[in-house]
């Protein structure tokens, strides 16, 4: 008895080693308005693109994903990267380099292994296929912080909470494999308004993003810099040797107003 | 004849004698009676980062055991278990305020001087430390990126008050661990313990 208490509380000592272990990945430093050093003007926006690398399912891993499915009886695939297995959140450092105070706005978007919703890309599809501005719907990131006032050189500090990723994830899944109307579920939180996702089945496995999009506007001459961090509950974090997982997820592009 | 008896005494050098008829009294407390050989310690106390890695990480509390085996009075051999918490200070840096977590694991030697109650200590020696997170690898401190070991080794040493039970001791000690995989970085830890010897 006393050697199964030893092994017992060895185990939970170990266990407890693995409760935190966030991993981090570095954002490139972002950098708007102002002049350049050839005294052009800055764009008020800039977007930068992290990858989080993951492994591959291994042959016995993408058949208990199927049996899974079955199980649950889903009409879509169970994801290999699960809300439930992995947390986000991004940390980031705003910079104001100007004279005079600034507002900033740090947007979030980015890719499950299904659908990668990015809103450059969407107001361009508008752009090309609406020629009346006024006919252009207004396109809603994923995660959208309140706008943040910075004083004249000065920092402000702010993160992209777990629990707003988990809320993006399950609308970016509606939006890209249910066909939920983007604003309704942008708009309103789930847990409050679950209006949109009508379509989710109740037993739905959300899948996580692994690709994120950072944006960061402002009126001052402004710098970013981030940290995406990676809580990973189920090792599905990329290790060398072994192999990469590579989605190749569908872009997100709405139906035209109107059509 | 008994006065014939007093002159002959009377007569004589006289001489006074003296004999030991006990061990002499030991020093009190004796630190024979103390007990020696397997002991076990738990430590509670800090630890904070030295070097490059010291204006990156704060000092955080710190939990640990040690076991060891006292092959002499003078000499043993112990293994160490020491576990803290620190949170980023990355001045204006998005990782500020992040936790992590470090876990000391070392093989120690040891060397005692014993005074009645008190004793003082040397250990040195060497192992391995974990950390939780790559926090400091997104500062360029971590020589393998992807590793989040580091081998250490160092030394300490303290002071030790043996309490009149003959297993207790209390004791406070002060160690350095630098750490081989992290940059121009070491580990300063001191803490407060108690320690049972079986």
């Given at each position: 008895?006393?050697?199964?208490?030893?092994?017992?509380?060895?185990?939970?000592?170990?266990?407890?080693?693995?409760?935190?272990?966030?991993?981090?990945?570095?954002?490139?430093?972002?950098?708007?308005?102002?002049?350049?050093?050839?005294?052009?003007?800055?764009?008020?926006?800039?977007?930068?693109?992290?990858?989080v690398?993951?492994?591959?399912?291994?042959?016995?891993?993408?058949?208990?994903?199927?049996?899974?499915?079955?199980?649950?009886?889903?009409?879509?695939?169970?994801?290999?990267?699960?809300?439930?297995?992995?947390?986000?959140?991004?940390?980031?450092?705003?910079?104001?380099?100007?004279?005079?105070?600034?507002?900033?706005?740090?947007?979030?978007?980015?890719?499950?292994?299904?659908?990668?919703?990015?809103v450059?890309?969407?107001?361009?599809?508008?752009?090309?296929?609406?020629?009346?501005?006024?006919?252009?719907?207004?396109?809603?990131?994923?995660?959208?912080?309140?706008?943040?006032?910075?004083?004249?050189?000065?920092?402000?500090?702010?993160?992209?909470?777990?629990?707003?990723?988990?809320?993006?994830?399950?609308?970016?899944?509606?939006?890209?494999?249910?066909?939920?109307?983007?604003?309704?579920?942008?708009?309103?939180?789930?847990?409050?308004?679950?209006?949109?996702?009508?379509?989710?089945?109740?037993?739905?496995?959300?899948?996580?993003?692994?690709?994120?999009?950072?944006?960061?506007?402002?009126?001052?001459?402004?710098?970013?810099?981030?940290?995406?961090?990676?809580?990973?509950?189920?090792?599905?974090?990329?290790?060398?040797?072994?192999?990469?997982?590579?989605?190749?997820?569908?872009?997100?592009?709405?139906?035209?107003?109107?059509? | 004849?008994?006065?014939l008896?007093?002159?002959?005494?009377?007569?004589?050098?006289?001489?006074?004698?003296?004999?030991?008829?006990?061990?002499?009294?030991?020093?009190?407390?004796?630190p024979?009676?103390?007990?020696?050989?397997?002991?076990?310690?738990?430590?509670?106390?800090?630890?904070?980062?030295?070097?490059?890695?010291?204006?990156?990480?704060?000092?955080?509390?710190?939990?640990g055991?040690?076991?060891?085996y006292?092959?002499?009075?003078?000499?043993?051999?112990?293994?160490?278990?020491?576990?803290?918490?620190?949170?980023?200070?990355?001045?204006?840096?998005?990782?500020?305020?992040?936790?992590?977590?470090?876990?000391?694991?070392?093989?120690?030697?040891?060397?005692?001087?014993?005074?009645?109650?008190?004793?003082?200590?040397?250990?040195?020696?060497?192992?391995i430390?974990?950390m939780?997170?790559?926090?400091?690898?997104?500062?360029?401190?971590?020589?393998?990126?992807?590793?989040?070991?580091?081998?250490?080794?160092?030394?300490?040493?303290?002071?030790?008050?043996?309490?009149?039970?003959?297993?207790?001791?209390?004791?406070?000690?002060?160690?350095?661990?630098?750490?081989?995989d992290?940059?121009?970085?070491?580990?300063l830890?001191?803490?407060?313990?108690l320690?049972?010897?079986?």
């Open positions: 008895m006393r050697r199964i208490d030893l092994l017992a509380c060895l185990a939970i000592a170990a266990a407890g080693c693995d409760i935190n272990t966030p991993t981090y990945f570095q954002g490139m430093p972002l950098e708007v308005g102002g002049k350049t050093p050839d005294g052009m003007d800055r764009p008020s926006s800039a977007t930068d693109t992290l990858e690398k993951f492994r591959a399912p291994s042959a016995s891993d993408t058949a208990a994903l199927m049996a899974e499915q079955q199980r649950l009886g889903l009409q879509q695939p169970v994801p290999w990267l699960k809300r439930s297995d992995l947390a986000i959140e991004v940390a980031f450092t705003l910079r104001n380099l100007d004279d005079k105070p600034g507002i900033a706005l740090v947007m979030v978007n980015g890719a499950n292994e299904f659908t990668n919703y990015d450059a890309a969407i107001v361009s599809y508008f752009n090309m296929n609406l020629a009346n501005a006024q006919d252009r719907p207004v396109v809603l990131p994923l995660i959208q912080a309140v706008p943040v006032m910075v004083p004249a050189h000065q920092t402000y500090q702010g993160v992209v909470r777990e629990d707003d990723f988990t809320e993006a994830e399950l609308d970016l899944d509606a939006i890209g494999r249910y066909g939920a109307n983007a604003a309704s579920v942008l708009i309103n939180r789930s847990e409050v308004n679950p209006i949109g996702l009508e379509m989710v089945p109740k037993n739905e496995v959300v899948p996580a993003m692994f690709r994120i999009l950072f944006t960061v506007s402002a009126d001052t001459h402004m710098t970013c810099d981030y940290v995406v961090r990676v809580r990973d509950g189920a090792d599905r974090l990329w290790d060398s040797p072994s192999p990469q997982f590579m989605p190749a997820p569908m872009d997100y592009m709405p139906a035209l107003p109107g059509m | 004849m008994g006065v008896a007093a002159l002959a005494v009377m007569g004589r050098p006289s001489r006074v004698c003296a004999q030991i008829t006990d061990e002499p009294a030991p020093p009190f407390p004796d024979a009676k103390f007990s020696h050989g397997l002991y076990a310690e738990g430590e509670v106390g800090a630890v904070s980062f030295l070097g490059r890695a010291g204006d990156k990480m704060s000092t955080g509390v710190a939990v055991a040690r076991l060891g006292e092959a002499f009075r003078w000499f043993a051999i112990q293994l160490h278990a020491l576990g803290s918490t620190h949170q980023g200070s990355f001045e204006n840096m998005p990782e500020a305020g992040q936790l992590m977590q470090l876990y000391q694991m070392t093989a120690e030697g040891k060397l005692t001087l014993t005074y009645r109650r008190v004793s003082v200590f040397g250990a040195g020696g060497g192992g430390v974990r939780s997170s790559n926090l400091l690898a997104t500062v360029g401190l971590l020589k393998d990126p992807t590793s989040l070991n580091s081998v250490a080794f160092g030394g300490g040493g303290g002071i030790d008050w043996h309490t009149l039970n003959r297993h207790f001791s209390l004791g406070a000690q002060i160690g350095f661990l630098l750490l081989a992290v940059r121009e970085s070491g580990l830890s001191t803490t407060l313990y320690r049972y010897t079986f």
